[in-house]
């Protein structure tokens, strides 16, 4: 069973929707939770990171960190076609492997005009 | 400015050739990172540096692959004797930090091995 588990989707919504991306994991010394957004044939872009549990907001993204549930998501209100990428989620600890980042497969976003 | 960048974009390889793959981190971001990420998953962490050293290099699949980062600036991740389980693309990131948290990554070199 792999550290961090992504629904991979595919997930379809209407533009203008709220989009709900979620992660579950296994490790409980992760404490730094990223959100990356990837499109086709580019390397990920980060979003936003949150360190240990609550909730951050930045524009039309809102990341929750749940660590009791060792469950994480994204949200995307007002959701646009340029939306339409894939979407990471990664995790790292603060200890000594703290370079080192765990991801999910990502889920797979198309938000249709 | 300017963004981490790597090169080539592209790159096939018959199996059993080397090859060697080159980062250029943002100006000034001290840790580096490279990932490798095979088709429909998630990036798999290989190595990271801080400055020159090589803090952890637990994510190498096996002896053939190397990296390296001399003047704490430029890394390059060489293979050697490539098989076809090594065509995946691999990502650079770089951090003006220690922490993964704070990565920004290239567009990724994507390897091909015929």
């Known amino acids: 069973q792999k550290e961090v588990e992504q629904d991979p989707g595919p997930l379809s919504v209407p533009e203008g929707a709220i989009v709900s991306l979620n992660c579950t994991y296994s490790n409980s010394a992760f404490q730094y939770f990223m959100w990356y957004r990837q499109y086709s044939r580019k390397g990920p872009e980060l979003l936003m990171y949150?360190?240990?549990?609550g909730n951050k907001e930045d524009g039309r993204f809102t990341a929750q960190v749940d660590k009791s549930s060792k469950y994480i998501s994204l949200f995307i209100r007002d959701s646009q076609p340029s939306d339409s990428a894939t979407y990471l989620c990664?995790?790292?600890?603060?200890?000594?492997?703290?370079?080192?980042?765990?991801f999910g497969d990502g889920t797979t976003l198309t938000v249709k005009p | 400015g300017a963004g981490v960048s790597q090169s080539p974009r592209y790159k096939v390889a018959k199996r059993g050739q080397d090859v060697a793959l080159r980062c250029d981190p943002i100006?000034?971001?001290?840790?580096l990172f490279w990932y490798q990420q095979a088709l429909g998953q998630g990036p798999e962490f290989l190595t990271y540096f801080q400055n020159e050293a090589q803090l952890d290099k637990s994510g190498l699949p096996s002896d053939r692959f190397f990296a390296e980062r001399p003047e704490g600036s430029v890394s390059t991740l060489k293979i050697q004797r490539t098989q076809q389980e090594d065509s995946a693309v691999y990502l650079c990131?770089?951090?003006?930090?220690?922490?993964?948290?704070?990565?920004?990554f290239g567009p990724g070199t994507r390897l091909t091995v015929t």
């Open positions: 990664a995790m790292s600890s603060t200890n000594t492997n703290a370079g080192k980042s765990t």
């Open positions: 949150t360190y240990s549990s």
């Open positions: 990131a770089s951090s003006s930090s220690g922490l993964a948290a704070q990565q920004y």
């Open positions: 100006s000034g971001h001290v840790s």
